[in-house]
């Protein structure tokens, strides 16, 4: 009897920065639990995040494209249902599809990257979901559902009104936010429940597969982590009582979170954020370590493809600029990223190819055996030249091994700057559309059509030194690739107006799917 599909796994650190893992060099050893998990996995040296946020940086993982394709780029846009999403397909093809979410700029706003989910948990907003709501009492159930639809419709009215997100950042409200409304959800619950579903859906319809999206949000602003997690990587600020006072101050001015940096931080400032974003990433790993044991326990890894990453990092001031929301430096988008998937991941391998993380969408449907419905001229191409199974083998890498990163400006806080600190605008460029493009060893980073640097980042992953001026043969050759990279990616974009006019091969191929009836 043939085996079935593998169990897919899909967890996504929210705004870790890979730096700051230890299998990456880190000094500390913030992360024990992801170190274990990557020597027993294939380890990705260079993998580069489509975008430098939640929204558009899920979006691409989701469905396979660049942010100028896809365009949700901004926290009110919606995903055209002209894409179909992982979870979309992977429910066709027969798998079992769940999500355990604690961003809730993914599993509260109404952006369409819920859609395919069987299930969908949320542990993030007013209104936080737990498989075993559905046991409540039928009172009980209908007073939470029309709780939770009075609660998604606030969090929709504070992503499409500038004016209430401006109120919603006030250092008196942040830390009632923040605290009573799970903006970073629940990190150990959700491990929890996650797990014994897992272990539900195993007993009760192990002939079905299961794809599983975890979300994990601990690493994100603000950061307040246990006690003794700062005393252990952060112990000498663990007991200073400045430092506690700077960072609540620092957590309770978001406006801060996602801004250029208009005076340097002082080396105590930045050394207090780093200790106290180390602790909040060990902590993490901590209870991710729980979930990867138990998966091993209880026999489940054996036929589980487990694929870990982030979906982009964080600054604290590198390149004067805080949180996540304007550049395409390294602490933004090179993300860390194993799979463990013994059957087309080698154990103990490590890529030093670049590669992007948008191919996660491919490398998982490669895994469960599904062609997705593309037509023939799709920009996601063929699933078996993209997935990341072949990534170091030769001729298999697409775009001539070009990668590419876009920073889109999120104009809600690019509308705060201008009612904040309104100089910052046109001094840091924040309404310009930042873009990277990755060959081999070098990157060229550009704003609009401006060069902002090309740097080996190999010899140089802080990005200090700007090779511009000695190489502008690169530069222009990179700046004509970013160029044809932007006209394909937008020519590619669906006209939703055009959607149903489909070939009539292509709407043979979505009902073989049963995409249609």
Same mark, same amino acid.
């Given at each position: 009897?043939?085996?079935?599909?593998?169990?897919?796994?899909?967890?996504?650190?929210?705004?870790?920065?890979?730096?700051?893992?230890?299998?990456?060099?880190?000094?500390?050893?913030?992360?024990?639990?992801?170190?274990e998990f990557a020597a027993g996995a294939t380890l990705f040296e260079r993998a580069i995040s489509p975008a430098q946020w939640t929204v558009p940086a899920h979006t691409s993982m989701f469905t396979g494209l660049?942010?100028?394709?896809h365009q949700v780029t901004q926290s009110d846009n919606r995903l055209s249902e002209s894409y179909y999403t992982l979870a979309e397909i992977l429910r066709v093809g027969g798998y079992h599809t769940a999500g355990?979410?604690?961003?809730?700029?993914?599993?509260?706003?109404?952006?369409?990257?819920?859609?395919?989910?069987?299930?969908?948990?949320?542990?993030?907003?007013?209104?936080?979901?737990?498989?075993?709501?559905?046991?409540?009492?039928?009172?009980?159930?209908?007073?939470?559902?029309?709780?939770?639809?009075?609660?998604?419709?606030?969090?929709?009215?504070?992503?499409?009104?500038?004016?209430?997100?401006?109120?919603?950042?006030?250092?008196?409200?942040?830390?009632?936010?923040?605290?009573?409304?799970?903006?970073?959800?629940?990190?150990?619950?959700?491990?929890?429940?996650?797990?014994?579903?897992?272990?539900?859906?195993?007993?009760?319809?192990?002939?079905?597969?299961?794809?599983?999206?975890?979300?994990?949000?601990?690493?994100?602003?603000?950061?307040?982590?246990?006690?003794?997690?700062?005393?252990?990587?952060?112990?000498?600020?663990?007991?200073?009582?400045?430092?506690?006072?700077?960072?609540?101050?620092?957590?309770?001015?978001?406006?801060?979170?996602?801004?250029?940096?208009?005076?340097?931080?002082?080396?105590?400032?930045?050394?207090?954020?780093?200790?106290?974003?180390?602790?909040?990433?060990?902590?993490?790993?901590?209870?991710?370590?729980?979930?990867?044991?138990?998966? $091993?326990?209880?026999?489940?890894?054996?036929?589980?493809?487990?694929?870990?990453?982030?979906?982009?990092?964080?600054?604290?001031?590198?390149?004067?600029?805080?949180?996540?929301?304007?550049?395409?430096?390294?602490?933004?988008?090179?993300?860390?990223?194993?799979?463990?998937?013994?059957?087309?991941?080698?154990?103990?391998?490590?890529?030093? $190819?670049?590669?992007?993380?948008?191919?996660?969408?491919?490398?998982?449907?490669?895994?469960?055996?599904?062609?997705?419905?593309?037509?023939?001229?799709?920009?996601?191409?063929?699933?078996?030249?993209?997935?990341?199974?072949?990534?170091?083998?030769?001729?298999?890498?697409?775009?001539?091994?070009?990668?590419?990163?876009?920073?889109?400006?999120?104009?809600?806080?690019?509308?705060?700057?201008?009612?904040?600190?309104?100089?910052?605008?046109?001094?840091?460029?924040?309404?310009?559309?930042?873009?990277?493009?990755?060959?081999?060893t070098h990157k060229l980073a550009v704003v609009a059509d401006q060069v902002e640097g090309l740097f080996d980042v190999q010899a140089d992953p802080l990005e200090t030194a700007d090779l511009s001026a000695q190489?502008?043969?690169?530069?222009?050759?990179?700046?004509?690739?970013?160029?044809?990279?932007?006209?394909?990616?937008?020519?590619?974009?669906?006209?939703?107006? $055009?959607?149903?006019?489909?070939?009539?091969?292509?709407?043979?191929?979505?009902?073989?799917?049963?995409?249609?009836?």
């Amino acid at each position: 009897m043939p085996q079935r599909k593998p169990d897919i796994l899909f967890i996504v650190l929210d705004t870790v920065r890979r730096d700051r893992l230890s299998i990456y060099g880190h000094t500390q050893p913030t992360t024990p639990a992801f170190d274990e998990f990557a020597a027993g996995a294939t380890l990705f040296e260079r993998a580069i995040s489509p975008a430098q946020w939640t929204v558009p940086a899920h979006t691409s993982m989701f469905t396979g494209l660049y942010p100028s394709t896809h365009q949700v780029t901004q926290s009110d846009n919606r995903l055209s249902e002209s894409y179909y999403t992982l979870a979309e397909i992977l429910r066709v093809g027969g798998y079992h599809t769940a999500g355990f979410c604690n961003n809730p700029l993914v599993g509260v706003l109404e952006n369409g990257l819920q859609r395919g989910f069987d299930a969908f948990f949320n542990y993030a907003g007013a209104a936080p979901n737990r498989p075993h709501d559905v046991t409540r009492s039928a009172v009980r159930r209908a007073l939470s559902q029309r709780w939770h639809r009075f609660a998604t419709r606030m969090s929709q009215s504070f992503a499409q009104s500038d004016w209430l997100f401006r109120q919603s950042l006030n250092p008196l409200l942040v830390p009632l936010w923040t605290r009573y409304i799970n903006y970073t959800g629940n990190t150990a619950r959700s491990i929890d429940d996650l797990m014994a579903y897992m272990d539900a859906r195993r007993a009760q319809h192990g002939d079905t597969p299961t794809f599983t999206f975890l979300n994990l949000m601990g690493a994100h602003l603000p950061y307040r982590p246990p006690q003794d997690y700062l005393d252990r990587f952060a112990p000498e600020i663990s007991q200073d009582k400045a430092a506690f006072k700077f960072m609540t101050r620092f957590n309770a001015d978001a406006a801060r979170w996602a801004s250029p940096v208009a005076e340097p931080l002082q080396a105590f400032e930045r050394a207090v954020i780093d200790g106290f974003y180390n602790a909040e990433i060990a902590h993490q790993d901590y209870h991710m370590g729980r979930l990867l044991r138990h998966l $091993q326990a209880s026999g489940a890894l054996e036929n589980t493809m487990v694929i870990i990453c982030a979906d982009h990092g964080e600054g604290h001031g590198d390149h004067d600029f805080f949180g996540h929301s304007f550049v395409v430096y390294q602490e933004l988008v090179h993300v860390p990223l194993a799979i463990r998937y013994p059957a087309a991941f080698p154990v103990g391998q490590q890529i030093t $190819q670049t590669v992007s993380t948008r191919r996660l969408f491919h490398t998982v449907l490669d895994a469960a055996g599904i062609t997705p419905p593309f037509a023939e001229d799709d920009p996601n191409g063929d699933i078996g030249q993209l997935t990341l199974a072949n990534t170091g083998q030769q001729h298999t890498t697409p775009h001539e091994g070009l990668v590419f990163s876009e920073a889109i400006p999120p104009m809600t806080f690019v509308n705060v700057l201008e009612h904040r600190s309104p100089e910052l605008v046109p001094q840091y460029k924040v309404k310009q559309v930042r873009r990277g493009v990755y060959q081999d060893t070098h990157k060229l980073a550009v704003v609009a059509d401006q060069v902002e640097g090309l740097f080996d980042v190999q010899a140089d992953p802080l990005e200090t030194a700007d090779l511009s001026a000695q190489q502008q043969e690169r530069v222009s050759t990179l700046q004509a690739e970013i160029d044809r990279f932007v006209q394909t990616a937008q020519a590619a974009r669906v006209d939703d107006a $055009q959607a149903g006019q489909i070939s009539d091969a292509m709407r043979d191929n979505l009902r073989a799917l049963g995409y249609l009836d």
